[in-house]
């Protein structure tokens, strides 16, 4: 047996230490699944052993859960063609080994007491592996977390999870644990019901064992004869669970994630009936979920890709590491005080510079009030917090730079002021040292031109509010060397955040992206629809917020700004352009700006909250669809989700991007792309296929206009029957 050692003790309990080799946490592979079911047999057909207690030979906990990477791959199995009717996917799903829910019933059902120690996490598939031992005994650590986070990725527990944890803990419990991916502490676990016994670190074991003894006949309780489960769907509470989970449910997802509904249906289902029928019921649903394109596109955007690019997957080869160790932020305002308080939390010395010293200090004081926060609710000590802010110099001298390893420039998006600055500040740099600009907008070639090395370069692009936001796109210049990239990365890798590479172009890529979503938008409102219906429609298909609520927090002012410039290099008069003209009327004449200025498209409270449509808004637009049938909706939801993609699309046709893990985990962390959907290019590769995209754009085309009409990169790719991750996943083709 590769993953699992067995020492049988004096009294005959087998201790099976969990020890995956050459790996730092225990995760359920195919190969693990394997030694199970010989483990299961051992323990139920060899006389010698009288019991069992389950422990893990690793410092890092007990068990992760399956391993998505290895689910990943298989599920590009077969020359990277999917298995194409529902029943392939089934059996293909069948195949690749995930007979977990079988072998774990297999060790519940062996006849002998089997008990387990957990003196770390145990997480998903590690999780269901305890709850299928007759006895739970946790390390007194509350540290440790104990879940099934399974929905977190489009899947549901499906190795007896759904089944065994109501069953233990009560229908609506379990329900929302499931649900909602929470993770508990041993000591809640063991107030719910679903661990034991709580034993001091480092003796689980022998208290496993004791408990083990002392219990020669243990069975699980659901197999004791007359078993019923408690709040199952006819008592009163678990009826409020059926109707009210399901309204909850669809409030909250809006139908877009499979994986919730069908715990719902799993759980409603499996409680009323024995245990191996509910298993079987179980396995149905998981099959299914674990096959929809959403399950597979969030596995793959939302744990594989983020985990390789959080470990510096796009990382140009071939470089030392580079350690970051003091940078300086050029400008202290809302952007260069979030990037100051992440350096400074990940132990970086930080000079602010800003024009004066208030200036600075006010940028310095963002990070204090984050920290009193944060000290104020238990999250950070006070020790920590002043250290954390006595690595913040505010100050206006320049000659502070000198040692730095890093500049980021975050100063007014006006670029004879950034030549300016990039100057000063190169005056003190090192060498080998990096300047990062955090420009929107600006090309990041153009902005080189005032640097003395602009091989060194690079834009570094934050989102707001810094400290929240999880992304950082890198922008190369034309003169960016990939030396200059790699060590761009390992910035933002220390600082704890996700980097994704992009080409210099007007906007770069998650700005010029994101930009069509809310531009489709005021298409439909000069179509006529009414606000409403594109607002709601908007969130329904998995976006954060409305397009007019998007536009309203960018600024009305900035999007009539873009309009005009726009214009400006085709040679238009923007007035004439009807979008171009609503927007001029409503900033222009109007004064609404947005939200900064508390009133645009939308109403807004003294909170900062949106109460209404501007009802004046209606003076102009004549509203002619006041109702939303489901075709209705089906098509808006198409025209938003296309729109998006094929700007992604064209990306890649012109370089701009080049790796679809970059451009799928950009999606969903820079401006929300509908996350169950794993980001544009699964959208496009795991919910249509070339082929039928192209198809069904050229359509929208005809009838909508040519902003959808597909590249050539497309349709070529269509012809092929190429998918994105197969053209260009390089390195990850085998997991397209
Ligand atoms: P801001 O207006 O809040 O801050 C700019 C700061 O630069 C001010 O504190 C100003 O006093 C300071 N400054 C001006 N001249 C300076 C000089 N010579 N030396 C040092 N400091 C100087 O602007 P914000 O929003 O922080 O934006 C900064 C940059 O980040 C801009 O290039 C912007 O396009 C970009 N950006 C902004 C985002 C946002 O959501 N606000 C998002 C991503 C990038």
Same mark, same amino acid.
């Given at each position: 047996?590769?993953?699992?050692?067995?020492?049988?003790?004096?009294?005959?309990?087998?201790?099976?230490?969990?020890?995956?080799?050459?790996?730092?946490?225990?995760?359920?592979?195919?190969?693990?699944?394997?030694?199970? !079911?010989?483990?299961?047999?051992?323990?139920?057909?060899?006389?010698?052993?009288?019991?069992?207690?389950?422990?893990?030979?690793?410092?890092?906990?007990?068990?992760?859960?399956?391993?998505?990477?290895?689910?990943?791959?298989?599920?590009?199995?077969?020359?990277?063609?999917?298995?194409?009717?529902?029943?392939?996917?089934?059996?293909?799903?069948?195949?690749?080994?995930?007979?977990?829910?079988?072998? $774990?019933?297999?060790?519940?059902?062996?006849?002998?007491?089997?008990?387990?120690?957990?003196?770390?996490?145990?997480?998903?598939?590690?999780?269901?592996?305890?709850?299928?031992?007759?006895?739970?005994?946790?390390?007194?650590?509350?540290?440790?977390?104990?879940?099934?986070?399974?929905?977190?990725?489009?899947?549901?527990?499906?190795?007896?999870?759904?089944?065994?944890?109501?069953?233990?803990?009560?229908?609506?419990?379990?329900?929302?644990?499931?649900?909602?991916?929470?993770?508990?502490?041993?000591?809640? %676990?063991?107030?719910?019901?679903?661990?034991? @016994?709580?034993?001091?670190?480092?003796?689980?074991?022998?208290?496993?064992?004791?408990?083990?003894?002392?219990?020669?006949?243990?069975?699980?309780?659901?197999?004791?004869?007359?078993?019923?489960?408690?709040?199952?769907?006819?008592?009163?509470?678990?009826?409020?669970? &059926?109707?009210?989970?399901?309204?909850?449910?669809?409030?909250?997802?809006?139908?877009? $994630?499979?994986?919730?509904?069908?715990?719902? #249906?799993?759980? $409603?289902?499996?409680?009323?009936?024995?245990?191996?029928?509910?298993?079987?019921?179980?396995?149905?649903?998981?099959?299914? /979920?674990?096959?929809?394109?959403?399950?597979?596109?969030?596995?793959?955007?939302?744990?594989? #890709?983020?985990?390789?690019?959080?470990?510096?997957?796009?990382?140009?080869?071939?470089?030392?590491?580079?350690?970051?160790?003091?940078?300086?932020?050029?400008?202290?305002?809302?952007?260069?005080?979030?990037? %100051?308080?992440?350096?400074?939390?990940?132990?970086?010395?930080?000079?602010?510079?800003?024009?004066?010293?208030?200036?600075?200090?006010?940028?310095?004081?963002?990070?204090?009030?984050?920290?009193?926060?944060?000290?104020?609710?238990?999250?950070?000590?006070?020790?920590?917090?002043?250290?954390?802010?006595?690595?913040?110099?505010?100050?206006?001298?320049?000659?502070?730079?000198?040692?730095?390893?890093?500049?980021?420039?975050?100063?007014?998006?006006?670029?004879?002021?950034?030549?300016?600055?990039?100057?000063?500040? @190169?005056?003190?740099?090192?060498?080998?040292?990096?300047?990062?600009?955090?420009?929107?907008?600006?090309?990041?070639?153009?902005?080189?031109?005032?640097?003395?090395?602009?091989?060194?370069?690079?834009?570094?692009?934050?989102?707001?509010?810094?400290?929240?936001?999880?992304?950082?796109?890198?922008?190369?210049?034309?003169? /960016?060397?990939?030396?200059?990239?790699?060590?761009?990365?390992?910035?933002?890798?220390?600082?704890?955040?996700?980097?994704?590479?992009?080409?210099?172009?007007?906007?770069? !890529?998650? #700005?010029?992206?994101?930009?069509? !979503? +809310?531009?489709?938008?005021?298409?439909?409102?000069?179509?006529?629809?009414?606000?409403?219906?594109?607002?709601?429609?908007?969130?329904?298909?998995?976006?954060?917020?409305?397009?007019?609520?998007? &536009?309203?927090?960018?600024?009305?002012?900035? %999007?009539?700004?873009?309009?005009?410039?726009?214009?400006?290099?085709?040679?238009?008069? $923007?007035?004439?352009? +009807?979008?171009?003209?609503?927007?001029?009327?409503?900033? @222009?004449?109007?004064?609404?700006?947005?939200?900064?200025?508390?009133?645009?498209?939308?109403?807004?409270?003294?909170?900062?909250?949106? /109460?209404?449509?501007?009802?004046?808004?209606?003076?102009?637009?004549?509203?002619?669809?006041?109702?939303?049938? +489901?075709?209705?909706?089906?098509?808006?939801?198409?025209?938003?989700?296309?729109?998006?993609?094929?700007?992604?699309?064209?990306?890649?046709?012109?370089?701009?991007?080049?790796? +679809?893990?970059?451009?799928?985990?950009?999606?969903?962390?820079?401006?929300?792309?509908?996350?169950?959907?794993?980001?544009?290019?699964?959208?496009?590769?795991?919910?249509?296929?070339?082929?039928?995209?192209?198809?069904?754009?050229?359509?929208?085309?005809?009838?909508?206009?040519?902003?959808?009409?597909?590249?050539?990169?497309?349709?070529?790719?269509?012809?092929?029957?190429? #998918?994105?991750?197969?053209?260009?996943?390089?390195?990850?083709?085998?997991?397209?």
């Amino acid at each position: 047996m590769e993953n699992f050692k067995i020492d049988v003790d004096s009294d005959g309990i087998a201790l099976i230490t969990f020890d995956v080799p050459g790996r730092s946490m225990n995760t359920i592979t195919a190969s693990v699944v394997r030694d199970l !079911y010989e483990i299961a047999n051992k323990i139920k057909t060899d006389a010698a052993i009288k019991g069992a207690v389950f422990a893990s030979g690793k410092e890092s906990g007990f068990c992760a859960g399956a391993d998505l990477g290895e689910m990943n791959e298989r599920g590009a199995a077969a020359g990277g063609k999917e298995p194409k009717t529902e029943d392939e996917k089934l059996k293909a799903q069948f195949e690749r080994g995930f007979g977990l829910n079988k072998v $774990y019933r297999e060790l519940e059902t062996c006849g002998k007491p089997v008990a387990v120690a957990i003196e770390g996490l145990a997480l998903g598939g590690g999780l269901e592996l305890c709850l299928a031992t007759h006895y739970r005994v946790a390390a007194d650590n509350p540290k440790i977390k104990l879940g099934l986070p399974e929905s977190k990725v489009g899947l549901l527990p499906g190795a007896g999870g759904t089944q065994r944890l109501p069953r233990l803990i009560g229908v609506q419990n379990a329900a929302m644990m499931i649900l909602q991916g929470q993770d508990k502490s041993p000591q809640e %676990a063991k107030g719910l019901g679903f661990v034991n @016994e709580l034993a001091p670190a480092g003796q689980t074991i022998a208290a496993a064992k004791a408990w083990v003894k002392a219990n020669p006949k243990a069975v699980a309780p659901w197999d004791v004869k007359g078993y019923k489960v408690k709040d199952g769907p006819y008592t009163p509470g678990g009826a409020m669970m &059926s109707v009210g989970g399901n309204a909850m449910v669809s409030k909250q997802t809006n139908l877009n $994630y499979p994986a919730q509904r069908n715990i719902l #249906s799993c759980i $409603y289902e499996g409680v009323q009936v024995p245990i191996d029928a509910a298993l079987r019921i179980e396995s149905r649903y998981f099959l299914k /979920t674990a096959a929809t394109p959403q399950a597979r596109g969030m596995i793959r955007s939302l744990f594989v #890709s983020m985990q390789a690019l959080g470990k510096g997957g796009n990382r140009p080869e071939g470089f030392a590491p580079y350690n970051v160790k003091k940078v300086a932020v050029l400008g202290a305002g809302l952007m260069g005080a979030g990037i %100051a308080y992440v350096q400074a939390k990940a132990g970086i010395e930080t000079i602010l510079l800003d024009v004066s010293q208030e200036s600075a200090e006010k940028g310095k004081a963002y990070s204090k009030r984050i920290v009193d926060k944060d000290i104020s609710r238990g999250k950070t000590t006070k020790e920590k917090g002043d250290e954390l802010l006595a690595r913040i110099t505010p100050s206006t001298d320049y000659s502070l730079i000198s040692g730095a390893d890093l500049v980021v420039e975050a100063v007014f998006e006006n670029p004879a002021l950034k030549a300016e600055v990039t100057k000063k500040a @190169e005056a003190y740099l090192a060498a080998t040292a990096v300047f990062g600009s955090n420009t929107s907008t600006l090309p990041i070639t153009g902005l080189a031109e005032a640097s003395v090395r602009p091989k060194n370069f690079i834009g570094i692009h934050f989102f707001s509010p810094v400290e929240r936001m999880g992304l950082v796109e890198l922008i190369r210049g034309k003169q /960016t060397t990939d030396e200059t990239v790699a060590k761009a990365i390992d910035y933002v890798l220390k600082i704890r955040k996700t980097p994704i590479i992009v080409n210099d172009h007007r906007g770069f !890529y998650t #700005s010029r992206c994101f930009g069509t !979503y +809310p531009q489709e938008g005021i298409e439909m409102l000069m179509e006529g629809i009414a606000p409403a219906i594109i607002e709601n429609v908007g969130r329904q298909c998995g976006m954060p917020m409305g397009p007019l609520e998007v &536009s309203d927090s960018v600024g009305l002012d900035t %999007a009539l700004k873009i309009g005009k410039t726009n214009a400006e290099l085709n040679q238009q008069d $923007y007035k004439k352009d +009807p979008r171009a003209a609503l927007l001029s009327w409503i900033v @222009e004449d109007k004064g609404r700006v947005g939200r900064k200025g508390g009133k645009g498209y939308y109403e807004y409270g003294e909170d900062g909250k949106p /109460t209404r449509i501007w009802p004046e808004l209606s003076q102009k637009i004549e509203v002619k669809v006041k109702e939303c049938p +489901p075709e209705l909706k089906a098509e808006l939801t198409k025209r938003y989700l296309f729109r998006q993609c094929i700007e992604v699309a064209r990306c890649f046709e012109e370089g701009v991007i080049t790796d +679809p893990r970059d451009a799928d985990v950009g999606s969903i962390l820079a401006w929300g792309f509908a996350p169950y959907s794993g980001g544009c290019v699964s959208y496009i590769d795991l919910f249509w296929g070339t082929a039928k995209f192209v198809e069904e754009a050229d359509r929208l085309a005809e009838r909508y206009g040519e902003r959808f009409r597909p590249n050539k990169l497309l349709r070529d790719m269509a012809a092929k029957g190429e #998918s994105f991750y197969e053209r260009f996943g390089g390195k990850q083709k085998a997991a397209a």
